[in-house]
């Protein structure tokens, strides 16, 4: 299964009809032993996973965050605007020395101020206006941007620049810290996972019939194939999957039981499926072939062949 991939947030709607002792999976759980023997731990699964979720936004967070975003993009503009008109007033000016100079005092990151974060945006914008003394007002002053002179956009932009540190600040009292840790997190997801996983195994044991399983597994199998239908559409080694020829994958299409044989057989197996038996391809075909012994596959359950070439390995379904 591929539920350790599963989030926080999707595996509380999961669990959650299965430890409501209202609803109708947990009444259907209790009545079954194998199930119901089952249910405190899924109680105590459910709660951790429960404990360490993503803790819903407070309304006026919500609101600061939408004001910060609005006074960013007026920010990001005005930086965009004052460097980039200095830069081409520079290119066509007597004194592109001075303008050039202005520029880089005003912004000497270059266009990448607009790339900070909120705190850095405004912090830089308190340097630069500690600095504004009357002799560089002046000098600003003597630039004329049409109806503006270049001082008028300096304050505009410092004074939308000191808004948007306020903002962060207020934003940041209120806040609730995460107090979970990744491992905890973690800790959690892979508790919650080996529960689930003992409730399918023990529901196989029951042999619950269709309406039964759909009623208790439905949204677990539903997560699932999301899952491994992501996980197909994003090939694990593109680069070697788009160098094989039609020709080659077609030689592919064979199986080795792994039990019938060693690994080193099915190793010299995949290279000469391939067509070529070489140390580089073997010992990629040696890759392959231990790969699926660590994923737990049996002498029963056959394996598609894999192939190496020089860019990596790629294992056909």
Not at 20 to 32: D, L, P, Q, W
Not at 145 to 168: I, M, P, R
Not at 203 to 225: I, V, W
Request: overall charge negative; hydrophobic content about 45%; glycine content about 8%.
């Amino acid at each position: 299964m591929a539920l350790k991939k599963m989030t926080v947030e999707e595996m509380i709607p999961v669990s959650a009809p299965w430890v409501s002792a209202g609803n109708v999976a947990h009444r259907t759980i209790e009545k079954i032993p194998l199930l119901a023997a089952l249910l405190p731990q899924l109680q105590a699964a459910h709660s951790a996973i429960f404990a360490v979720r993503v803790q819903t936004e407070d309304p006026k967070v919500q609101r600061l965050s939408q004001q910060e975003a609005d006074l960013d993009a007026k920010h990001d503009a005005l930086v965009r605007g004052i460097y980039g008109s200095l830069t081409m007033l520079a290119q066509v000016s007597s004194t592109s020395d001075e303008l050039l100079g202005l520029r880089d005092l005003l912004f000497p990151e270059g266009a990448a101020h607009t790339q900070k974060t909120y705190r850095g945006e405004a912090g830089h914008a308190a340097l630069v206006a500690a600095r504004l003394d009357a002799n560089l007002q002046a000098r600003l002053k003597a630039v004329s941007l049409q109806e503006k002179s270049l001082l008028d956009l300096v304050n505009q932009w410092l004074g939308v620049a000191k808004q948007l540190g306020d903002l962060e600040e207020e934003r940041a009292r209120l806040s609730q810290p995460s107090s979970s840790s990744a491992a905890e997190i973690n800790n959690a997801r892979l508790g919650w996972v080996r529960v689930a996983n003992a409730l399918v195994a023990n529901a196989e044991l029951a042999g619950l019939d269709d309406d039964t399983d759909r009623l208790l597994f439905s949204a677990l199998r539903a997560a699932e194939h999301t899952l491994c239908e992501d996980e197909r559409d994003q090939p694990a080694f593109p680069r070697a999957a788009a160098s094989l020829g039609g020709e080659e994958l077609g030689a592919l299409r064979g199986t080795v039981h792994l039990a019938a044989i060693g690994v080193e057989t099915a190793a010299l197996a995949i290279a000469r499926a391939v067509g070529r038996v070489d140390q580089a391809t073997i010992g990629a075909g040696l890759t392959v072939a231990l790969g699926v012994l660590v994923a737990g596959v049996r002498g029963s359950r056959a394996i598609t062949a894999g192939v190496a070439d020089r860019q990596g390995v790629v294992v056909l379904q």
